[in-house]
């Protein structure tokens, strides 16, 4: 049974770099053929996919965000770096991972608020 | 980058009636066309993945179909733990994209 828990502070200033992580239990992120995703859903509103890793080596970001993404990996945790945060990076953040097949497991969720 | 618009944005039903929830891709997609529930303050849940592939432990009345351009996901015998928002999501070409969203409200 994997699971997956997003931890991080709930305020960020804004202009700072907003920082997630997510602790997986049940599999070892570096090992198969899964990924690793953040998604976002701000208060109200739909869904956004941020970006994944795959194989802990190669990840892909979502273009909207520009430069300031980042997903990094280790053995059994992997993270989210939003840098220059503002109001609009205000959310609740998933982190999920994704077999081969889609079949996907998601964490219940951080909410982050942007604000000084 | 890929646009998916789902109609209709709202529906109120009784329970027992049949839904059908359509999602339109602004790029053809093939079948890599997937669906959510989310209920509030929970996580998405995946109740369909590749337009018409089951997921284990959910119910049966939920079942997806379509491929290309345009998909819909249908919930028959509609219970009142069906109330939720569904969303559509294709991972066929990055960045992967969302729709905005169905609101299910049951009678």
């Known amino acids: 049974q994997v699971v997956l828990l997003e931890s991080g502070p709930g305020l960020v200033r804004p202009s700072e770099t907003l920082s997630l992580t997510c602790t997986v239990s049940g599999d070892t992120i570096n090992s198969g053929d899964s990924s690793w995703v953040w998604f976002r859903q701000p208060p109200g509103k739909g869904l956004e996919w941020l970006g994944h890793i795959f194989s802990a080596r190669s990840a892909y970001y979502n273009p909207s965000l520009g430069r300031r993404v980042a997903i990094l990996a280790g053995p059994s945790e992997f993270s989210l770096k939003l840098t220059s945060a503002t109001a609009a990076d205000s959310a609740v953040y998933y982190c999920?991972?994704?077999?081969?097949?889609?079949?996907?497991?998601w964490g219940r969720g951080i909410r982050v608020t942007v604000s000084s | 980058e890929i646009v998916l618009t789902q109609s209709p944005d709202f529906q109120s039903v009784t329970p027992g009636k049949t839904v059908i929830i359509t999602c339109r891709a602004s790029q053809s997609l093939g079948t890599s066309l997937h669906w959510f529930q989310q209920k509030p303050d929970q996580a998405p849940k995946l109740l369909i993945k590749y337009a018409s592939q089951s997921i284990s432990g959910v119910p049966s009345r939920f079942s997806g179909s379509g491929s290309g351009t345009e998909f819909t996901l249908a919930i028959n015998g509609l219970e009142s733990e069906d109330a939720a928002a569904y969303y559509c999501h294709q991972s066929g070409t990055l960045p992967r994209t969302f729709g905005q969203g169905t609101k299910l409200d049951i009678k």
């Open positions: 999920a991972r994704e077999d081969s097949t889609f079949e996907s497991h």
